[in-house]
T-cell receptor
Framework: GAVVSQHPSRVICKSGTSVKIECRSL??????MFWYRQFPKQSLMLMAT?????????EQGVEKDKFLINHASLTLSTLTVTSAHPEDSSFYIC???????????FGEGSRLTVL | AQSVTQPDIHITVSEGASLELRCNYS??????LFWYVQSPGQGLQLLLK??????LVQGIKGFEAEFKRSQSSFNLRKPSVHWSDAAEYFC???????????FGTGTRLQVFP
């Protein structure tokens, strides 16, 4: 079946540095991908909708300059956490929409720890 | 605005017992409804979904869910739980004219032998 892969699965960085997380659709082309953030023992909060070839659409309260999203190809979207701080530590999950089936597939998630 | 409520934060059952996880939604029309399962440190796996038609939906791993419009509910059920079912379960709602999903807060299922 269709697979969505995220990399890295875990990343630890120092405060003030930037971290890039990749989300790839392996078996299908995804013009639309979504980025979620999940705090411990809480639900997934949609951060932004990533659209191939155009700017991402951010949810209310999500800082665009803090969380840069690039969807440069039909199989890859990247989330860059800029100038990361400890409060950015979280589990980030992406999903990709397979329009041929209408199904949404989720990546394995990336755990970011900012020291 | 759309919203999803999962009233039970944590449920514990014995292996072999039946299971029902509750989900209530708020939406002006008939939404698309989903149940996902998340194992620790993992992404989400789709168990089943409801778009239209038969209100009793069969999913993977022996799960089923029933859409009840009168109760705005989409409860997940399994007749006999296995130890491997221990995980976090999320109900989600999506509007037919958008690809976005709104997730409930999740229910953590613990299974005792």
């Amino acid at each position: 079946g269709a697979v969505v892969s995220q990399h890295p699965s875990r990343v630890i960085c120092k405060s003030g540095t930037s971290v890039k997380i990749e989300c790839r659709s392996l078996d299908f082309q995804a013009t639309t991908m979504f980025w979620y953030r999940q705090f411990p023992k809480q639900s997934l909060m949609l951060m932004a909708t990533s659209n191939e070839g155009s700017k991402a659409t951010y949810e209310q309260g999500v800082e665009k300059d803090k969380f840069l999203i690039n969807h440069a190809s039909l199989t890859l979207s990247t989330l860059t956490v800029t100038s990361a701080h400890p409060e950015d530590s979280s589990f980030y999950i992406c999903s990709a929409l397979d329009r041929s089936t209408g199904e949404l597939f989720f990546g394995e998630g990336s755990r970011l720890t900012v020291l | 605005a759309q919203s999803v409520t999962q009233p039970d934060i944590h449920i514990t059952v014995s292996e072999g017992a039946s299971l029902e996880l509750r989900c209530n939604y708020s939406y002006g029309a008939t939404p698309y409804l989903f149940w996902y399962v998340q194992s620790p440190g993992q992404g989400l796996q789709l168990l089943l979904k409801y778009f239209s038609g038969d209100t009793l939906v069969q999913g993977i791993k022996g799960f089923e869910a029933e859409f009840k419009r009168s109760q705005s509910s989409f409860n997940l059920r399994k007749p006999s739980v296995h130890w491997s079912d221990a995980a976090e379960y999320f109900c989600a709602v999506g509007a037919p004219n958008t690809d976005k999903l709104i997730f409930g807060t999740g229910t953590r299922l613990q299974v005792f032998p």
